[in-house]
């Protein structure tokens, strides 16, 4: 069963520091990954999405990594600010009979505080 | 820019009765999704549509209903309203990996 787990569920850190959030995944065969942003009460946004053969990429103060052997990605936030503050959900596809099946994780909900 | 708008964006309604939520696109992806997302759970897709008039379930589709007349519009209807339907409903459009989601419709149901 294709499964994708974040961690950690919360987060609560200083306006101004870094974080950096986690995504474990169970998906074959891998077809993409992709991290996205949602505040309270919108829809979820996308933030990076990266192939098989993407390491790293950065969307402003952003930048997502993948390691395909382990089968982890993680989210780096650098200088965080508080319009950070929102869950990031970790979304995995596999590629499945010409159609890609989507996983979601349950996110990372990020606090950021004055 | 997903270009959607899903409407209403809140409902309360009662046990038993039929909802339809909406889902508008000004773009012609060929796909669009309903999801429903609750606390503990990751987004959960429960229809999807591939064309005019081509639906299919997905993962959570028991007591929903959908239908796709127009490129455009993507309704997902409940038959019977339960009180396990309160959830927060996302349409979004795009291919199934890179999708784009609008700004969600919560309905609570009493």
């Known amino acids: 069963k294709n499964q994708v787990e974040q961690s950690p569920q919360s987060l609560i850190i200083l306006e101004g520091k870094n974080c950096t959030l986690q995504?474990?995944?169970?998906?074959?065969?891998?077809?993409?990954l992709r991290w996205y942003k949602q505040d309270t009460g919108r829809g979820p946004v996308s933030l990076t999405i990266m192939t098989f053969s993407e390491n790293t990429k950065s969307n402003g103060r952003y930048t997502a990594t993948l390691d395909a052997d382990t089968k982890q990605s993680s989210l780096h936030i650098t200088a965080s600010q508080l319009s950070d503050s929102a869950s990031y959900i970790c979304v995995v596809s596999a590629e499945s009979g010409g159609y890609q099946k989507v996983t979601f994780g349950t996110g990372t909900k990020l606090q950021v505080i004055p | 820019d997903a270009g959607i708008t899903q409407s209403p964006r809140h409902k309360v309604t009662e046990t038993g009765t039929p909802v339809t939520l909406r889902c508008h696109q000004t773009e012609n992806h060929r796909y669009m999704y309903w999801y429903r997302q609750d606390p503990g759970h990751g987004l959960r897709l429960i229809h999807y549509?591939?064309?005019?008039?081509?639906?299919d379930k997905g993962e959570v589709s028991d007591g929903y209903s959908v239908s796709r007349s127009k490129t455009e519009d993507f309704l997902l209807t409940l038959e019977s309203a339960t009180s396990s339907q309160t959830s927060v409903y996302f349409c979004a459009n795009g291919t199934p990996g890179k999708a784009f989601f609008g700004q969600g419709t919560r309905l609570t149901v009493v």
């Open positions: 995504c474990n995944y169970t998906v074959s065969p891998f077809s993409n």
């Open positions: 549509s591939y064309g005019v008039k081509d639906t």
